[in-house]
Every structure is written in C-alpha cells, then in structure tokens.
C-alpha cells in the first residue's frame, strides 16, 4: 500500500514570496490533515479536511494561508506571502475517520526555509 | 485549549540503560497516542490507549494510560540504538483531531 505522498521535500524561498505544497493522500482515506512542525515542537494543526470539506481551520493563519482539497483526494497548502516564521516542516496526514482510534498516517513532510 | 507537556525534553542515555517518557495535561482525552518521528520523516504511531488505566506493551516498549485519562507515561527497557529518535504524545478528544506534545528528543548512545 502507498503511503502519504508530499511534494516537494524541500523549499527554500524568500519572505514575501508565495510558496505551495502538495499532498496525496493514502488511496480511501475521506480525512486529511495539514500539520505545522516548527524546529523541537510537536505537530501543529493547520486545517483537517473531510472528503473536500473543512472540518477544522481554527489554527490556521488564515490572512497567508489557504487550502483546498477539491476533489475530496489531492490537497494543496499555500502559503502568500510567506514570514520567516512560516519556516517549518508542514506535515501532512491521512486517515479512515474512526474516532478515538483512528491512526494517521504521516507523510514524509515539506521542509520550508524562509529567508 | 488542550496542553500536552511532554517530560523530558531531551534525553542521551546509554545502550542498555530504561528510561521513562512523561506526557502530562490538565484536559481529560478520549485516547492518547505515541508516535515516534525519524529526521526527514513523519511521525508513525506505535500505540493508541483509550482506557484509564490501561497498559500496552509493544516489545520492550511499555505505554500506560493515566486513570483520569490525562497523562501518559512511555518507558522503555533496555534501550538501543534503534530507539534514538522523536517521542510524541497525541491526546484525541474535544473538537481537534489531535493534540500533540512538544516531543522528547531520545538519543541512545552504543
């Protein structure tokens, strides 16, 4: 079975300039999420999508952040215009919706240097 | 808001030696789950507890679930090179999907 795809594993761009990043979920999996890893902190959610629905975006920066997820299967993450602070891995996760015990499954993540 | 405090942040310890991973928070959680996260890959979960009380054992890694279902405790026996890495605590419950600790980086020295 493949797993999380994310793409591309590395950016470096300046601040003020405009950044996107991709996501293809595990095949069936209606629940994707996008997470933040700044440098020795845990995952921070940006927004969880349901098929192509927002479930949850309460954390996610949304006057230089945007998402989508039109189709219920691929997703992109954009960030416009990006801060130093957006320096991050920005991690993204897929799932069967099961509740409490659902497991996530990560992909490798997108490493982000802003300079 | 639900806070995860995971204790200790860093921890460089021998081959051989156990050692104790705390996750601790004032919110009651649903489940609790243990990730472990290698450099340049995302975090993959070893365990997910749901009961208070409750204890899982996944080889020489022990997981136990507080009986107030707010705090976790990750140990580990006789440690190994293989076992250096990122520990996460993940509690489910409320509105978020999931709520992660800060991490405690391990590192196990041959």
């Known amino acids: 079975e493949a797993g999380v795809a994310q793409s591309p594993r590395y950016k470096i761009i300046e601040k003020r300039q405009s950044v996107a990043f991709w996501c293809n979920p595990i095949s069936g999996h209606a629940?994707?999420?996008w997470y933040q890893q700044i440098l020795g902190q845990g995952p921070k959610l940006l927004i969880q999508f349901q098929n192509n629905g927002v479930v949850?975006?309460?954390?996610l920066p949304k006057d230089r952040f945007s998402a989508e997820r039109l189709k219920g299967v691929d997703s992109t993450l954009k960030i416009q215009p990006a801060k130093l602070e957006d320096s991050a891995v920005y991690l993204c996760a897929s799932s069967l919706p099961l509740g409490p015990q659902e497991t996530q499954y990560f992909g490798p993540g997108t490493r982000l240097l802003v300079l | 808001t639900q806070l995860l405090e995971q204790s200790p942040q860093f921890l460089s310890i021998q081959e051989g030696?156990?050692?104790?991973v705390y996750c601790n928070s004032s919110s009651v959680f649903s489940s609790l789950q243990w990730y472990r996260q290698e450099p340049g890959e995302g975090p993959v979960l070893l365990v997910t507890v749901v009961t208070g009380g409750e204890v899982k054992k996944l080889k020489r890694l022990t997981f136990q679930f507080g009986d107030a279902r707010k705090d976790s405790s990750?140990?580990?026996t006789a440690a190994q090179p293989g076992d250096t890495g990122l520990y996460l605590c993940a509690g489910a419950g409320g509105r978020r999907a999931l709520t992660f600790g800060s991490g405690t980086r391990l590192q196990v020295q041959p």
């Open chain 1, 56 to 59: 949850d975006d309460s954390q």
């Open chain 2, 74 to 76: 990750l140990h580990i």
């Open chain 1, 31 to 33: 629940t994707l999420y």
């Open chain 2, 17 to 20: 030696e156990n050692l104790t």
